[in-house]
């Protein structure tokens, strides 16, 4: 393995929200800064090889008692320690270079665990329908008008004999095709509101959840500082 750290995640704050609504497709897209992608799609692997590019997949669930957990898998993520600022010196770096898994879980909106854990590119690939990252993998599959993506995680944790293990498996309606395949930052959700179960074990400690989740995705060919964006502050709207 090439880095691991532990970081302390930002608490979550959640009204009654069984349900997630989409940001319309077009919002982002006509003020040029984030372009809406073809949902049905794959991004262009060549993203891996862009100087201070970027690919990344986001899974979450929360309940109304706060529980629930975050996912993130990558290549070139932008929040990786020193990725910003090597791209603003002019070293931008490769995302396959700098493959990461961040899982972060919650209980009655507190965080109780947290990992970020990142990857030699040997230790990485990104196929047609799966992710491979170290021991872990996320598989997406679509048939018959439904996307179910299913992750398996096997994640060493610092100063730790344990490991965090376990596994999620989101089911979702497709959304509609359309969108743009160009564009400096391309981002969709990849399903529909979604339902998911999951389960964790870190040592003796155990997580399970299950309910609605959300699932997106974005990529970039240039560094966040050529994109014009300063800071990244991000969420998403659930109603009943």
């Known amino acids: 393995m090439r880095f691991q750290r532990v970081l302390r995640p930002p608490p979550v704050h959640r009204r009654k929200a069984p349900h997630v609504t989409l940001a319309p497709s077009d919002a982002l897209s006509k003020q040029g800064l984030i372009h809406w992608a073809d949902p049905h799609q794959p991004f262009d692997r060549s ?62 909106g507190k965080p109780v665990f947290y990992l970020l854990q990142e990857y030699p590119e040997q230790a990485a690939r990104w196929g047609d329908n799966e992710v491979r990252l170290g021991a872990s993998r996320f598989t997406t599959a679509r048939r018959d008008g439904r996307v179910q993506m299913h992750a398996e995680l096997d994640l060493p944790v610092p100063r730790s004999r344990d490991r965090l293990v376990g596994q999620f498996t989101l089911h979702a309606a497709q959304l509609q095709a359309g969108g743009e395949t160009g564009g400096d930052h391309l ?5 529909g509101p979604a339902r998911v179960q999951a389960n964790f074990r870190c040592g003796d400690q155990h997580y399970d959840y299950r309910g609605m989740a959300y699932h997106d995705r974005n990529c970039g060919h240039s560094p966040f500082s050529n994109l014009g964006i300063a800071r990244w502050t991000w969420g998403r709207v659930v109603h009943e």
């Open 47 to 108: 993203v891996l090889d862009s100087a201070g590019g970027f690919v990344w997949w986001y899974c979450d669930h929360v309940d109304e008692q706060g529980n629930g957990f975050v996912c993130i898998w990558s290549f070139g993520l932008p929040f990786l320690p020193d990725l910003l600022s090597e791209a603003r010196e002019g070293r931008p770096v490769p995302p396959r270079r700098r493959p990461s898994v961040n899982l972060a879980l919650y209980e009655r």
């Open 187 to 191: 981002w969709s959700a990849v399903c």
